[in-house]
């Protein structure tokens, strides 16, 4: 009886087999998807049953870095190709995204300061004119001020040279 046990075993374990064999040439075939769950699924099988069997392993892993089959394409193609193209072209569109969004910004700026300018709101267009005039000006204003601290200590001398004076005169009498 223990023998009929294994040799069903056996036999359940061949014909799975067969199964991932089959199921993997197939996949291969029709340039369908090569995976472990991919094979496992079309086979009927659990996934475990690959990893329990490195041979078979071996072959789905073999068989996702074997070019697939494509009519008329020169370079062959595989998953390993086809991911890294992918990759690229995710990658491109990012680029493509984040530029799209500067000029989106940038042109959001322009119709403001447009529409700003247009609404009587904004600065004047010679704003640079105005900012050499304040500087100009607050040049002047530092200039002034010093004359006017010059002065403002002439005065004061002379004032006090006037207290000494009367100060003197008020001695004598």
Known sequence: MVNTMIQGRQADSAR????????????????GQI?????????????????RHPDLL???????????PTAGTA??????????????????IARLAGHNKQLEKKLSE??????????????????????????????QIIELNRRLEERDQELEAARAAN????ANMNKRH
């Open 75 to 92: 370079a062959p193609l595989t998953m390993a190709s086809l991911r890294t193209d992918l990759a690229n072209t995710q990658a491109r």
């Open 163 to 166: 207290r000494e004076l009367f």
């Open 16 to 31: 799975r087999r067969q199964q991932v064999i089959k199921a993997l040439n197939a996949a291969h075939k029709d340039g």
């Open 110 to 139: 322009l119709l403001g300061e447009e529409a700003w300018r247009e609404s009587g709101l904004g600065a004047p267009a010679d704003i640079d004119q105005l900012q050499r005039q304040i500087t100009t000006l607050e040049q």
């Open 58 to 68: 071996a072959q789905v892993h073999t068989a996702q870095a074997t070019p697939l």
């Open 35 to 51: 995976s472990v769950s991919a094979i496992a699924r079309a086979a009927g099988v659990d996934r475990t049953f690959l990893y």
